[in-house]
């Protein structure tokens, strides 16, 4: 039985929006660790 299927053909847009989702979260979690972090430097809690 031969594999029918082609190089490059499958849907991934559902994928790209699932990707750009989790960049979008990990990018604003990484601001508020570090605004947090810029917080206890400046008080020393």
Known sequence: ???E??????DTTEQEKT???FMTFTK???IVIIGILVF???FRT
Request: charged fraction near 15%.
């Open 5 to 10: 299927r082609e190089h490059g053909s499958m």
């Open 28 to 30: 604003w979690t990484v």
């Open 40 to 42: 206890l430097a400046i």
């Open 19 to 21: 990707f750009a989702g």
């Open 1 to 3: 039985m031969a594999d």
